[in-house]
């Protein structure tokens, strides 16, 4: 049986059992992390059983229409289970999801089977690879633009940093390049839940902070990546403008994918919608994959206020 647990309900100990025994189990969709990346907002689930599967259900509450959606920061999300989750499987637990939800923008994870679901679905693209090899196969699987950007890169004198306490510098540099972009939708609430989240996975052993420095010993780019069980995922990442020609984030992952290589963990590039970025991870050999995301709404008045909300905000 599948029921909705309220967020008070959930058995912690339970929940962290069978998302990390998951057949795709990630520490981003723990207890205390989803707590953390749910930011000021709730969140509550839908468990089967004695949790032999559980889905958690981030919720938000805007005009006093309940909506679920997919916090920032959080790379796949759906059904977490040993067992397989089939398409059956999936369309009992979204037939589970209250009917008081009247707006769903959920990501799934790529163990969770929608093949064949009745609902409105997105596919979204990221890329991965495989660290398995030795470095010199990963390198030889680079673009030539890439492998020439590197060199360039390594003729400056950079060095690549592990562990400095520079997360809130990587923040800064985001949003004073990238983040300045209106298409970015992060305010400053989502990046304080980012800094919360960085400060536990580090608490944890499970962040990499990395930085690059120039010959001045410059920070001049870093990135966060979260080591999680399978996955070291590309979390979060910036770099100062000024220095743009110096090719320091082609820098910083060459080095890191040297360091990891001939490990059972996947790079998983967390992304990107965006052509230039995604051309940018198959360069480094990163290959596509789909992950898949409901996203429907229901009922006519619902419909109807979404689309005099939208615009209005435009």
């Known amino acids: 049986m599948i029921r909705f647990v309220q967020h008070t309900d959930i058995d912690p100990v339970k929940w962290d059992a069978t998302v990390q025994q998951a057949l795709f189990p990630t520490i981003l ?12 907002a709730q969140w509550h689930a839908l468990v089967q059983d004695d949790y032999v599967a559980v889905m958690p259900l981030p919720e938000r509450c805007k005009h006093h229409i309940h909506y679920l959606y997919t916090p920032f920061f959080i790379s796949q999300m759906g059904i977490f289970s040993a067992q397989p989750v089939t398409a059956q499987r999936m369309k009992e637990f979204l037939s589970a999801i209250p009917r008081r939800y009247k707006q769903v923008d959920l ?11 009745q609902v409105n679905m997105l596919s979204l693209i990221s890329h991965q690879l495989h660290l398995n090899q030795p470095y010199e196969q990963l390198y030889a699987a680079y673009s030539q633009n890439t492998q020439r950007n590197i060199k360039s890169a390594r003729k400056q004198a950079l060095r690549l940093t592990i562990g400095e306490d520079i997360v809130d510098d990587i923040i800064r540099m985001f949003r004073d390049s990238k983040g300045a972009d209106s298409a970015v939708h992060y305010k400053d609430n989502d990046y304080a839940t980012l800094k919360v989240a960085a400060q536990k996975l580090k608490a944890q052993n499970r962040l990499d902070v990395l930085g690059v420095r120039n010959a ?68 480094f050999g990163g290959q596509p994959y789909t992950i898949p995301m409901v996203n429907q709404t229901s009922g006519i008045l619902f419909k109807t206020l979404l689309k005099v909300y939208k615009a209005f905000s435009h």
């Open 107 to 117: 990501l799934l994870n790529v163990e969770n089977d929608t093949s064949s679901l």
């Open 29 to 40: 969709c723990t207890y205390d992390m989803l707590n953390v990346l749910s930011g000021d």
């Open 216 to 283: 001045d010993d410059q920070l001049i780019a870093g990135a966060l990546l979260v080591r999680d069980y399978q996955r070291l995922w590309f979390w979060f990442s910036g770099r100062d403008n000024a220095f743009a020609q110096s090719k320091s984030m082609f820098f910083l992952l060459d080095e890191y994918i040297r360091q990891q290589a001939q490990t059972s963990y996947i790079l998983d590039f967390n992304g990107s919608m965006n052509e230039n970025v995604a051309r940018l991870y198959k360069s």
